[in-house]
T-cell receptor, first 114, second 114 residues
Framework: AQSVTQLGSHVSVSEGALVLLRCNYS??????LFWYVQYPNQGLQLLLK??????LVKGINGFEAEFKKSETSFHLTKPSAHMRDAAEYFC????????????FGQGTTLQVKP | ETGVTQTPRHLVMGMTNKKSLKCEQH?????MYWYKQSAKKPLELMFV???????ENNSVPSRFSPECPNSSHLFLHLHTLQPEDSALYLC?????????????FGSGTRLTVV
């Protein structure tokens, strides 16, 4: 069975500081991994995805994530936070070669302080 | 229009009312999904349609009734709802078994049951 755990339901950083949102997965088969962002009163928007190509994946808005099989992790980072990055972030896993069913983590709210 | 469109954006209904949520996708996808997002709770997958057939129903109460008349449209019919059904209802679509593509989400319908 596949599952996703996001460590920390709430992360607070200062503007310009490093953003690190943690995601660990459990999968019995090679996974596909995703990060989504949700701004207030909006749906989820795809930030980036890992589909077994390069382990370092770059996404939109300056975010990137690194797939580490040995650590079963897919942490999301951004070198310098901006106020507009304040949102909720979801990590998701899908078993490769299966249907498009995604399993989502609980979400992490990112607060950016001026 | 592009992407996934949900209407209405906001809905307030009494417990004895009947209403419907609508989702339309313009991406040529062949799978569509309904999710429920409640405060402080993970995303809950409600229904999955693939090629217009319901392939998953995650123990959702019968007061929620989905309908998928074609691959571009998905409805969620609501009747005799309870206050705990108040939530953000998200529609998503994907290209069937291509798990690596992830989902495209609509902006959601904010439902309040009074």
């Amino acid at each position: 069975a596949q599952s996703v755990t996001q460590l920390g339901s709430h992360v607070s950083v200062s503007e310009g500081a490093l953003v690190l949102l943690r995601c660990n997965y459990s999968s019995s088969v090679p996974p596909y991994l995703f990060w989504y962002v949700q701004y207030p009163n909006q749906g989820l928007q795809l930030l980036l995805k890992y589909t077994s190509a390069a382990t370092l994946v770059k996404g939109i808005n300056g975010f990137e994530a690194e797939f580490k099989k040995s650590e079963t992790s897919f942490h999301l980072t951004k070198p310098s936070a901006h106020m507009r990055d304040a949102a909720e972030y979801f990590c998701a896993v899908s078993p490769s070669g299966n249907t498009g069913k995604l399993i989502f983590g609980q979400g992490t709210t990112l607060q950016v302080k001026p | 229009e592009t992407g996934v469109t949900q209407t209405p954006r906001h809905l307030v209904m009494g417990m004895t009312n009947k209403k419907s949520l609508k989702c339309e996708q313009h991406l040529g996808h062949n799978a569509m999904y309904w999710y429920k997002q409640s405060a402080k709770k993970p995303l809950e997958l409600m229904f999955v349609y693939s090629l217009e057939e319901r392939v998953e129903n995650n123990s959702v109460p019968s007061r929620f009734s989905p309908e998928c008349p074609n691959s571009s449209h998905l409805f969620l019919h609501l009747h005799t709802l309870q206050p705990e059904d108040s939530a953000l209802y998200l529609c998503a679509s994907s290209q069937g078994s291509a798990a690596g593509e992830g989902y495209t989400f609509g902006s959601g319908t904010r439902l309040t049951v009074v």
